[in-house]
């Protein structure tokens, strides 16, 4: 197999001979990871700290390391460094980290929970702060940050920060008004990078930097970093498949090209450069496929958004049929077919010819006899090899047809027996390949050891559900895993199970926001490098969990498991030499630094990787090197000719096309001089207020037109929780002043007539729903003469609000969203409507209102506020809206004679029971008449 080999570096010149001191120094087994680096990432430190820019390096190579020491060197109460841009998980590792690296000016947290008070007495204070974005550009706009002392700005996750971004307008602010503090962005997802037209170009532009450092796994400095004398020892295991699972795979690859077959015929105009069976593997499919469905998806078809839906479903198969038993993979296609019957959704795949070969193939993994199967075992071994720059070389297993297992040594392979698969009596289940290859590997490395110490193994599986049955398959053996599974599909067939209930039956797992796995993680201690035993320690009865966090845990693990064990659901728990791991939690994989936090905690000596993932083979690769002591043992398991394979190599040859790609136009990029901002000049061009003539006639320095331009600008008074949108960032680049306030009328501001209430479609529907936009519209409507309603629909997303069953008749249907818009203009005549397709149109549309306008009062904005408690009891003159504007709109009643009317009379139903003549005399002789054959029926009509 080639994945070992090219998941390593390609390229690069050889590494010359070299000492492990000249490549890393030794490193302190503490608590936290902020530890001397690797000559490479010293080298990009270095780098980074010489200039600002973005920094882009490859995924598992220690960009988290990076970025701690980056932060460690700013904790420091004399400096005020920021932080934006970062995930929960980024939050809470970086706050650990550094509180045990810097426990005397730890990092601190700023929350909006603080007062406003409180934040600026933490910003004055100084040293690494940690903003959420929406907190800290309020901030800024009302002058809470003391910009001016910032140091600097740490953008996380670069490849999330667009020119319409909250973060973009934070370094926008904050370029205004510090010319000289740095600003350096992180990112390792290349791909994100390179993607669409000038990409990184757009992204560097929106991050206010000019340089771009890039540090792929081929780069010269980090394949000679890694290609030191001191490597782990790796050792490739290629499984076969069985023959019931590679028809499995032939289908399941048959079905996925029919799918996009009919994809393309149905929508012809899709690119399908990008949209082919290899890239259908990858997650990163839906996304490529939904940036080019968006804008038309009120328009497709049900076929079509099913064709959607199927792709996504066999890509789930494939990780079902590699991952898990024989019984669950059967018992979810079993599942698959009921759902489309109960739910009415026709999957085109299911009445394919391929669909019978998939379920006649699964179903007899369950129920025919299967034969037993010897297994072989290869002698051959494979190594690191020092010309590839990486994990490189593989041993040829020959196996039969359940796997072929790999020992690392003669004597070994002597004395291996023959391995039968282990299989339900009752009968005949067949056993995943790779649960019997991981139960040799464990017998093998306990052999190797003999009456020595074997040290920790730690073995590596794809999610929490996978983890849970290889250690009940350790601890119970197949025919108790397999037999419970079959008998929870027993049940599911009897009835005694619902569909509901089969997909809702979900294990609680200990998260680690939860009591229980916060619990846990206070018992974690540091694990000691010696097994607790002799060889026999190292039996698969002593198996322990480790992180096993999968939303897709269900309640079928074995009964009577121990609670501390199903507590490990989050933490680990030393009960023996073995240790089981998930790479992924809720979906998301473990990101390298919580990688690197298990290795430390664990110290394992030998890993089995189940199935291939790219972070964890580079992380393993940068511990075995920083790791004192005897090179790591690494034992790669992977499906020869699989599905699985190819998705692996599919993922490292995009990484590589993608750092390619940022190559190429890094060289042939023209930067601004000013792009940094660091002159002022960018920032006078992006806030004109004038048309492109006169802001370069700005730029080049025309004092008239300076001054013009200062005396035109404006301010726009915007609600505090349109943050969240990209809204007020653009109305800033327009050259407008954003004062934020908290508003309970209206969204926007712009004048002392003019208010906006923004809507975007998804709030405009449920606000029609609710009845919360005509309470909204009522208060508008009261307080400000032009009350305005903005329907903002997304870029790239279709400019109409009817679907493609909505069709507009002559009467008024209160199901369709177009009729329940009428209705609301209808009741408020004075109300206007402004449709814009993108926010950049929003804040044209607002510079063209506020023309010959004055400027807004926030105070008087913000008194409004308080007086909405009372919009539903009495208006100005005294009566309550809501039957007024009823009153306005009987037959006979005018702006002339409603104030007479509602002096007239104390309430409706008096009007209704006025005689004719009374009525007249109230209302008009016309009028009259009119309102009282309106209420009495008299005309017949």
């Known amino acids: 197999m080639a994945a070992a080999a090219a998941a390593g570096g390609v390229g690069g010149a050889a590494a010359a001979s070299a000492n492990d001191d000249d490549v890393f120094a030794t490193v302190d087994f503490g608590d936290n990871l902020a530890a001397p680096l690797l000559q490479f990432q010293d080298d990009g430190l270095t780098e980074l700290m010489m200039d600002d820019g973005l920094t882009v390096i490859a995924r598992g190579m220690g960009i988290d390391r990076l970025i701690l020491n980056l932060l460690q060197l700013y904790c420091d109460p004399s400096m005020l460094v920021l932080v934006i841009n970062f995930s929960p998980a980024d939050l809470s590792f970086y706050l650990d980290q550094l509180a045990v690296a810097m426990p005397l000016h730890p990092p601190r947290h700023v929350t909006a929970e603080m007062s406003a008070d409180a934040r600026n007495a933490v910003y004055l204070e100084a040293g690494v702060l940690f903003v959420t974005s929406r907190i800290l550009v309020v901030d800024m706009l009302l002058g809470k940050v003391p910009t001016d002392l910032i140091m600097g700005l740490v953008v996380l996750n670069g490849h999330r920060v667009t020119p319409t971004s909250t973060e973009a307008f934070i370094l926008?602010?904050?370029?205004?008004?510090?010319?000289?503090?740095?600003?350096?962005?992180?990112?390792?997802?290349?791909?994100?990078?390179?993607?669409?037209?000038?990409?990184?170009?757009?992204?560097?532009?929106?991050?206010?930097?000019?340089?771009?450092?890039?540090?792929?796994?081929?780069?010269?400095?980090?394949?000679?970093?890694?290609?030191?004398?001191?490597?782990p020892k790796v050792k490739q295991v290629d499984m076969n498949q069985t023959p019931r699972m590679q028809r499995i795979q032939i289908a399941i690859r048959e079905l996925l090209m029919a799918c996009l077959r009919e994809l393309k015929q149905k929508r012809p105009g899709l690119d399908m450069e990008h949209l082919s069976a290899e890239t259908a593997l990858l997650s990163e499919f839906d996304r490529t496929l939904s940036r080019q469905l968006d804008p038309v998806w009120h328009l497709l078809g049900a076929?079509?958004?099913?064709?959607?839906?199927?792709?996504?479903?066999?890509?789930?198969?494939?990780?079902?049929?590699?991952?898990?038993?024989?019984?669950?993979?059967?018992?979810?296609?079993e599942a698959l077919r009921a759902s489309s019957t109960a739910f009415n959704e026709n999957s085109s795949f299911l009445f394919l010819d391929a669909t019978d070969d998939l379920y006649s193939n699964a179903k007899g993994r369950v129920f025919p006899p299967k034969p037993k199967v010897k297994a072989e075992v290869s002698t051959k071994g494979a190594h690191l090899s020092g010309s590839a720059g990486g994990l490189a070389g593989a041993a040829p297993a020959v196996g039969g047809v359940g796997s072929a297992l790999v020992e690392p040594s003669a004597a070994a392979a002597a004395a291996a027996a023959v391995v039968e698969p282990a299989i339900d009596p009752r009968k005949k289940i067949e056993v995943n390949p790779k649960w019997l290859a991981v139960d040799h590997l464990i017998k093998v490395i306990a052999k190797e050891a003999g009456e020595g110490d074997a040290g920790r193994t730690l073995v590596c599986v794809a999610d929490g559900k996978t983890a849970i049955q290889l250690a009940d398959f350790f601890r119970f053996g197949a025919e108790k895993v397999l037999g419970d599974q079959l008998l929870r599909y027993e049940r599911f067939k009897g009835g005694s199970v619902t569909l509901a209930a089969t997909f809702a039956n979900k294990a609680p797992v200990?998260?680690?926001?939860?009591?229980?796995?916060?619990?846990?993680?206070?018992?974690?201690?540091?694990?000691?490098?010696?097994?607790?035993?002799?060889?026999?320690?190292?039996?698969?009865?002593?198996?322990?969990?480790?992180?096993?966090?999968?939303?897709?845990?269900?309640?079928?693990?074995?009964?009577?498991?121990?609670?501390?064990?199903?507590?490990?659901?989050?933490?680990?728990?030393?009960?023996?030499?073995v240790v089981i791991c998930a790479m992924k939690a809720d979906g998301v994989t473990r990101s390298s630094a919580s990688l690197e936090l298990m290795l430390r905690d664990v110290q394992p000596r030998h890993v089995i990787l189940v199935d291939p993932e790219l972070i964890a083979m580079r992380q393993l690769e940068l511990y075995s090197y920083a790791t004192p002591g005897p090179p790591l043992s690494l034992y790669l398991c992977n499906f020869r000719d699989s599905i699985q394979e190819q998705k692996f190599l599919t993922s490292i040859r995009l990484e590589r096309q993608a750092f390619e790609a940022l190559?190429?136009?890094?060289?042939?990029?023209?930067?601004?001089?000013?792009?940094?901002?660091?002159?002022?000049?960018?920032?006078?061009?992006?806030?004109?207020?004038?048309?492109?003539?006169?802001?370069l006639t700005y730029a080049l320095g025309s004092p008239a037109k300076r001054s013009r331009q200062e005396a035109v600008r404006g301010k726009v008074i915007v609600d505090m929780r349109e943050f969240r949108s990209s809204l007020p960032s653009l109305v800033h680049a327009r050259g407008m002043d954003i004062v934020p306030i908290t508003l309970e009328v209206g969204d926007y501001v712009l004048s002392p007539e003019i208010c906006v209430e923004r809507k975007s479609i998804p709030d405009l529907i449920g606000s029609l729903n609710s009845g919360r936009l005509y309470t909204q519209a009522l208060a508008m409507t009261r307080y400000y003469n032009n009350a305005v309603l903005l329907i903002e629909f997304e870029e790239g997303k279709a400019f109409t609000l009817l679907g493609s069953g909505d069709v507009i008749g002559e009467e008024v249907e209160f199901r369709?969203?177009?009729?329940?818009?009428?209705?609301?203009?209808?009741?408020?005549?004075?109300?206007?409507?402004?449709?814009?397709?993108?926010?950049?149109?929003?804040?044209?549309?607002?510079?063209?209102?506020?023309?010959?306008?004055?400027?807004?009062?926030?105070?008087?904005?913000?008194?409004?506020?308080?007086?909405?408690?009372?919009?539903?009891?009495?208006?100005?003159?005294?009566?309550?809206?809501?039957?007024?504007?009823?009153?306005?709109?009987?037959?006979?009643?005018?702006?002339?004679?409603?104030?007479?009317?509602?002096?007239?009379?104390?309430?409706?139903?008096?009007?209704?029971?006025?005689?004719?003549?009374?009525?007249?005399s109230l209302v008009g002789k016309s009028g009259g008449k009119t309102l009282y054959d309106f209420f009495h029926n008299s005309s017949g009509t």
């Open 663 to 695: 190559i190429r136009a890094k060289q042939m990029m023209a930067v601004p001089e000013d792009q940094d901002g660091r002159a002022g000049h960018r920032q006078e061009m992006e806030r004109s207020t004038v048309g492109q003539t006169d802001a």
């Open 510 to 577: 200990a998260g680690p926001g939860s009591e229980a796995g916060r619990a846990a993680k206070r018992r974690r201690r540091k694990r000691q490098t010696e097994a607790t035993g002799n060889a026999a320690a190292t039996t698969i009865e002593q198996v322990s969990y480790a992180a096993l966090q999968d939303e897709e845990i269900e309640a079928a693990s074995i009964a009577g498991a121990p609670d501390d064990e199903l507590l490990a659901c989050f933490g680990e728990i030393d009960v023996g030499a």
């Open 172 to 231: 926008r602010l904050y370029r205004l008004n510090n010319h000289e503090g740095f600003i350096k962005g992180f990112s390792d997802n290349p791909e994100a990078l390179a993607r669409g037209f000038n990409g990184v170009e757009k992204t560097m532009k929106a991050l206010w930097v000019r340089k771009l450092f890039l540090w792929p796994r081929f780069h010269q400095s980090v394949t000679e970093a890694l290609e030191s004398k001191k490597q």
């Open 303 to 333: 076929s079509v958004k099913q064709l959607v839906k199927d792709i996504r479903t066999l890509r789930n198969l494939v990780r079902q049929l590699y991952n898990y038993d024989a019984v669950s993979f059967f018992h979810y296609l």
């Open 816 to 920: 369709n969203t177009m009729s329940k818009v009428v209705l609301l203009l209808i009741t408020f005549p004075s109300l206007r409507l402004l449709w814009s397709r993108t926010p950049t149109a929003t804040a044209e549309a607002f510079a063209a209102l506020k023309k010959h306008q004055a400027e807004p009062d926030e105070a008087l904005a913000a008194s409004i506020a308080t007086e909405t408690t009372d919009i539903l009891e009495k208006t100005d003159d005294g009566y309550a809206p809501g039957p007024k504007a009823l009153l306005s709109k009987l037959p006979g009643i005018t702006s002339s004679n409603i104030r007479k009317v509602m002096r007239g009379v104390k309430n409706l139903r008096e009007l209704s029971t006025m005689s004719l003549a009374a009525t007249q």
